[in-house]
């Protein structure tokens, strides 16, 4: 197995786009696609699903516990994100997206609330490169991004990776409209079948689901944990 070299966000990037050499690198062409997508479409995005109440309530049923290293996969505008990292005591999250536009609405939301890099950070990457230590981290969230992985197979291979034995993966899907203006979303990536499918093909084991009625629509919760044995890429 390959060995994933850890990335170390730079304090100096706080307030500016976080583009390390090590993460632009990585990003294929298929990425720099949904790049080009999320910028054109970044601030109407953020402003309708950017930030639900529905957000404010995945700590608890992501069962964030003090201490916890997360990695969130396609944050977004940032604000799920600022709920993790304050949700308990000593919580770190990395936070991904392909989107430099998103990336940057997600730093002045950051600055705004006055949280610290050593506490959240964020990478410009899709799910495709997610680049931390094998086994360290505990929980992986996807909130409404999994059908917008360009290489799902790719992403569950390095996700698999990075979790500790024991860690899980936690996602949820929007169950009302199609993607917003993807004409190449995975849509059976949206539909419990597909989900429960990809999280079995994985060796996930425990996987629950569970459909949430709210004000907001109807989203669909599901998770899973990390197998004991390794993956190779």
């Given at each position: ?210 459909t949430h009625h709210t004000d907001e629509g109807d989203f669909l919760e599901v998770q899973g944990v990390r197998p004991v044995q390794e993956l190779a890429l």
């Amino acid at each position: 197995m390959r060995k994933i070299s850890r990335f170390s966000p730079n304090s100096s990037t706080v307030g500016h786009v976080a583009v390390s050499a090590h993460y632009a690198e990585l990003i294929s062409n298929e990425d720099q696609h949904m790049s080009h997508w999320s910028d054109e479409h970044a601030h109407d995005y953020d402003e309708r699903w950017g930030q639900l109440a529905f957000h404010q309530l995945i700590p608890q049923l992501a069962n964030v516990r003090p201490g916890h290293r997360i990695v969130e996969i396609g944050c977004g505008g940032g604000f799920l994100s600022l709920c993790l990292a304050q949700s308990q005591p000593n919580v770190t999250v990395l936070a991904l997206d392909p989107s430099a536009a998103m990336i940057e609405r997600a730093h002045k939301r950051q600055q705004q609330a006055g949280i610290g890099p050593e506490q959240l950070s964020f990478a410009l990457a899709g799910a495709e490169q997610l680049d931390v230590m094998p086994a360290s981290q505990d929980l992986i969230v996807a909130a409404f991004s999994l059908h917008h992985w360009q290489q799902p197979e790719v992403a569950m291979t390095r996700l698999t990776q990075a979790l500790k034995p024991g860690g899980r993966f936690w996602l949820c899907e929007d169950l009302n409209t199609p993607s917003f203006g993807d004409l190449d979303v995975h849509q059976q990536l949206k539909m419990l079948p597909g989900i429960e499918a990809l999280l079995r093909d994985f060796g996930f084991r425990d996987i629950t689901h569970r459909t949430h009625h709210t004000d907001e629509g109807d989203f669909l919760e599901v998770q899973g944990v990390r197998p004991v044995q390794e993956l190779a890429l």
